[in-house]
């Protein structure tokens, strides 16, 4: 499985180095990851505090935070043969979840710019969508594990813990 955000977050990543690690946005992702066995502890505190995923990589589509968490679009054109090469180098990838809009618009542009679909088609962003591209590969939709989201309700623990239930027993299928 791999996990795409927006961006290393300005006071998590950046800081600590993992992605979503060290600020409220982990402490949402990481205990959801250990309950669906991803994770090997639900916690992220920082690069040596024995975390290990499992089965999965965790990525970007931008490099960089950008201002106020809203990348231009030259920006996501400059980071894009980043995910291209992160994505080709996974081998046995059953299954992509996006974090966000954003997240989800880069994964789909993705797709069109190596060929594994011709355009975005029906494909239309939101909490818990799940798309099967014809080679198989399965994307998943979720909102971004924000403190705006997450503090407002607009994702629950329970919204999340289903995306990832759901990719789980797509990751888990031989």
Sequence with gaps: ML?????????GSNRTGRPFTGDGSGNFLYPVLYKTGFASQPTATGRNDGLTLKDMQITSVARCAPPGNKPLPSELANCAPFLDEEIAALENLRVIVCLGKIAFDGVLQHFVRV??????????????????????????????????????????????????????????VK
């Design 3 to 11: 996990i795409v955000g927006l961006a290393p977050g300005a006071h």
């Design 115 to 172: 060929g594994r679909t011709s355009r975005r088609g029906g494909m239309i962003f939101g909490h818990g969508a799940e798309y099967v591209l014809p080679d198989g590969l399965t994307l998943l939709a979720s909102y971004h594990p924000s403190l705006q989201n997450t503090n407002t309700g607009k994702l629950t623990e329970a919204m999340f813990l289903k995306v990832f239930e759901r990719a789980r027993e797509i990751a888990s």
